[in-house]
């Protein structure tokens, strides 16, 4: 017999993990401000474009002596940038444990090509030792593995003593997690993920550590204006003012000021934080009494609390050939698509087979709450068929 349907469905089926929801009651009025037809470097252009940085900055808590500017590409072009621009003036510590990670060791080894670089890497699910890291080299990391759902616990293993430069990829941790500035010299994100904005955006912030190699170090490549920093020895500093290196969308930046006075409404960091979390635990004690289901994250303070990856591990699944285990899942995903009570919520197409679900701050509690019964239904449906 067929499982009966769950009598409750999720107001908002969207969980994908990039671009992520909008914020709860967005609509297409919360762009109407934008400065469509207008030249970023106008003065109200470049007070919008400044408006993010300042807000940015506010909510996240970061240094006063840190710099942030918006760059091109997203949450790739800022990591790019910061690897072109700072790498080579010591030996590099890369750690990677999911798909974006491994990408950032492959730039570094086989495009920039640097003599001394070690790779610090581990499975899905799993962690490198943070006790081997060299903190006298610079250390390359993403704090929130967005395809692998495992995250950094705390930045305990980084010493504020450290020689080399820090450089974080948090594009799937920033306004979801408390990130450690003081531990931190290099960090970026994008606008599409825990608040929701649209992508083609980064964000790049520089300690000042950060800075000084930059005014200090002439990498030995050629930089493509797009990855330009400094120049004859100085700070581009427009750069963190709102002067983008290229011309950036202005209903995007209307579309982020709307996000980021959402993150203001629900209390800040704090209260950004606290809905994340809630739908963590929410997954996690809905786990804890599933048997077919179990995190990839092999520790409790690893799950991540936005990018909420899950592996089936019903011994009828995992007893059969891996392309038998990867359509049950593509079937079970396709299943909570075509009922509308999911979309996007596969495993991200380099991660094992599974479950995929977007629990940053922008999505619901209830939505999550409601999704759960349907992920049974869904799999007991693939198992009986």
């Known amino acids: 017999m067929a499982a009966p349907k769950p009598g409750n469905r999720p107001a908002n089926p969207q969980f994908s993990s990039g671009p992520c929801a909008k914020r709860p009651g967005w609509s297409i009025e919360a762009l109407k401000g934008a400065l469509v037809g207008r030249s970023h470097r106008s003065k109200p252009g470049k007070a919008k474009l400044e408006q993010v940085i300042n807000l940015s900055k506010e909510i996240l808590g970061i240094p006063a002596d ?82 692998s759902g495992v995250r950094v616990a705390n930045g305990d293993w980084i010493p504020a003593d450290r020689q080399g430069l820090t450089i974080c990829d948090a594009t799937s941790a920033a306004f979801a997690m408390d990130l450690p500035w003081d531990k931190l010299d290099v ?20 300690s000042p550590r950060a800075v000084e190699r930059l005014l200090n170090h002439t990498p030995a490549w050629p930089m493509p204006k797009i990855f330009r920093l400094a120049s004859n020895g100085k700070l581009s500093e427009g750069i963190f003012k709102g002067e983008t290196i290229n011309t950036p969308s202005m209903i995007a930046v209307e579309d982020a000021l709307d996000g980021l006075n959402w993150a203001q409404s629900v209390g800040g960091l704090e209260g950004l934080i606290g809905r994340s979390e809630a739908n963590l635990k929410a997954v996690a004690d809905w786990v804890a009494k599933t048997d077919w289901v179990d995190f990839l994250a092999e520790t409790a303070d690893g799950r991540s609390c936005t990018s909420i990856c899950l592996k089936i591990v019903d011994p009828w699944a995992t007893e059969q050939p891996a392309e038998a285990q990867a359509e049950i899942a593509k079937k079970l995903t396709s299943l909570l698509e075509k009922e509308g009570v999911a979309l996007d919520a596969g495993s991200y197409r380099d991660a094992p087979p599974g479950i995929r679900i977007w629990g940053g701050a922008t999505v619901e509690n209830a939505d999550i709450v409601a999704l759960l019964p349907w992920l049974d239904w869904a799999y007991a449906t693939v198992k009986a068929g």
């Open 187 to 206: 960090v970026t994100w994008s606008w599409q993920k825990v608040l929701g904005g649209e992508a083609a955006h980064g964000m790049l912030a520089l």
């Open 66 to 147: 840190y710099r942030l500017g918006i760059v091109p590409a997203s949450d790739t072009g800022a990591v790019e940038m910061a690897l072109w621009s700072l790498l080579g003036a010591r030996g590099v510590d890369m750690l990677a444990w999911e798909s974006f990670g491994k990408d950032w060791v492959t730039d570094v080894v086989k495009q920039l090509k640097l003599p001394d670089v070690r790779s610090l890497t581990a499975g899905y699910g799993k962690l490198p030792d943070l006790a081997t890291v060299d903190f006298d080299r610079d250390v390359v990391f993403t704090w929130n593995g967005t395809t």
